[in-house]
């Protein structure tokens, strides 16, 4: 079974730009969640979608955004990019979001210029 | 609120030697409870989780973790450390209720030849 996917891999952008990124969760996983990573802050949540519902959402200003299709891939889009947002984007996907395992994919490197 | 605590940046272990990496949770009803390993420039892995049941548990690797509810901790443990087992741990908690995994800040395992 193939994991996990996001693209791109890396993105360099520069402030005030918005920026896109896509994940594909494992066939079959419903539950799609978002990180930042950070060295500072470690991992913080952003999101998570099922059914193309957010569920949950972490504790991020309103230029961090996300959305889920009916195939259970999922794209987050964030706007008016600032220097700080400059991470590690992880996407995780499990079959529902409950007690079972989040599988992460490789993530995706921003910087912001 | 969820909190998970990592209380080591740093953990040194000559190989051969048993490994503790803590990790103490904060969290309302029962918790799920998780590690990761991240090698350089990847996305996480999952090594083991806690439910329910059998408080210790055993995951990939040779890895165990051990929840103990009085003392709210689930530290993970190798008998004998491998230089290869270097690496960023982190360990997550997710309640019953909520679909929001909170991760520690990471405890990066060093095993020293």
């Known amino acids: 079974k193939a994991g996990v996917t996001q693209t791109p891999r890396y993105l360099i952008k520069t402030r005030g730009q918005q920026v896109t990124l896509s994940c594909s969760p494992i066939?079959?996983?419903?539950?799609v969640s978002w990180y930042q990573q950070t060295p500072g802050q470690g991992l913080q949540f952003l999101f998570e979608?099922?059914?193309?519902?957010?569920?949950n959402k972490g504790n991020f200003p309103g230029r961090f955004s996300g959305r889920q299709f009916s195939n259970s891939r999922s794209e987050m889009n964030v706007s008016t990019l600032e220097l700080g947002d400059s991470a590690l984007y992880l996407c995780?996907?499990?079959?529902?979001?409950?007690?079972?395992?989040?599988?992460f994919g490789p993530g995706t490197r921003l910087l912001v210029l | 609120a969820q909190s998970v605590a990592q209380p080591e940046d740093q953990v040194n272990v000559a190989e051969g030697n048993p490994l503790t990496v803590k990790c103490t949770y904060s969290?309302?009803?029962?918790?799920?409870l998780f590690w990761y390993v991240q090698y350089p420039n990847r996305g996480l892995q999952f090594l083991l989780k806690y439910i329910t049941g059998d408080n210790l548990v055993k995951g990939s690797y040779g890895f165990e973790a051990e929840f103990n509810k009085s003392q709210t901790s689930f530290h993970l443990k190798k008998p004998s450390a491998l230089v290869s087992d270097s690496a960023l741990y982190f360990c997550a908690v997710r309640g019953s209720g909520t679909y929001k995994y909170i991760f520690g800040t990471g405890t990066r395992l060093k095993v020293l030849a």
């Open positions: 066939s079959g996983h419903r539950s």
């Open positions: 995780a996907s499990s079959f529902s979001g409950g007690e079972e395992t989040q599988y």
């Open positions: 979608y099922f059914s193309e519902t957010q569920r």
């Open positions: 969290v309302s009803g029962n918790p799920y």
